[in-house]
């Protein structure tokens, strides 16, 4: 395992459209390896190909116990919303609130090709769609929530 250059924020790759992963293979394991590495290195939850500068449709996310590598994901489902801070590891000091889904369900495959499926709530959604926007070139703060946030009693 490597650890390798988290792509920053200004580079062009991440404003790409990632292209479908077709080859399940070492490479794709040590490429999957690699970015498990990285993320964890750089204590984030999540890491996307082009955040790697690979435009292929692979992502990891990690949160507490939870991991999956999510290859070509496709978001089936989601339910509720949540409003919350996000940051990136691609985007040094910058963080804002973003709306998500509270409940994903996610279809992808797995290194060894196998189609899966997970259900997942709160942090772990949001990292999951975090993570498969970067597969069609989109970045968090795009998404920038400018609504009145209502505080819990």
Same mark, same amino acid.
Do not use: W
């Given at each position: 395992?490597?650890?390798?250059?988290?792509?920053?924020?200004?580079?062009?790759?991440?404003?790409? $459209?990632?292209?479908?992963?077709?080859?399940?293979?070492?490479?794709?394991?040590?490429?999957?390896?690699?970015?498990?590495?990285?993320?964890?290195?750089?204590? @984030?939850?999540?890491?996307?190909?082009?955040?790697? @500068?690979?435009?292929?449709?692979?992502?990891?996310?990690?949160? @507490?116990?939870?991991?999956?590598?999510?290859?070509?994901?496709?978001?089936?489902?989601?339910?509720?919303?949540?409003?919350?801070?996000?940051?990136?590891?691609?985007?040094? @000091?910058?963080?804002?609130?973003?709306?998500?889904?509270?409940?994903?369900?996610?279809?992808?495959?797995?290194?060894?090709?196998?189609?899966?499926?997970?259900?997942?709530?709160?942090?772990?959604?949001?990292?999951?769609?975090?993570? $498969?926007?970067?597969?069609?070139?989109?970045?968090?703060?795009?998404?920038?929530?400018?609504?009145?946030?209502?505080?819990?009693?």
């Amino acid at each position: 395992m490597a650890i390798r250059d988290i792509v920053k924020d200004g580079d062009p790759i991440l404003r790409k $459209t990632c292209r479908p992963v077709e080859v399940f293979d070492e490479k794709l394991a040590k490429l999957l390896d690699d970015m498990r590495e990285t993320m964890r290195k750089a204590e @984030g939850v999540g890491l996307a190909g082009p955040q790697v @500068g690979i435009l292929r449709r692979v992502a990891v996310v990690e949160v @507490g116990d939870f991991y999956v590598e999510l290859i070509n994901p496709v978001i089936v489902e989601t339910d509720g919303e949540q409003i919350g801070y996000e940051g990136c590891l691609s985007v040094e @000091g910058k963080s804002c609130n973003v709306a998500r889904p509270n409940y994903v369900k996610v279809r992808y495959f797995n290194r060894n090709g196998v189609q899966m499926q997970a259900e997942c709530e709160e942090l772990t959604a949001r990292a999951i769609c975090h993570e $498969t926007d970067h597969l069609d070139g989109i970045l968090f703060y795009d998404k920038e929530y400018k609504g009145k946030i209502k505080k819990k009693r």
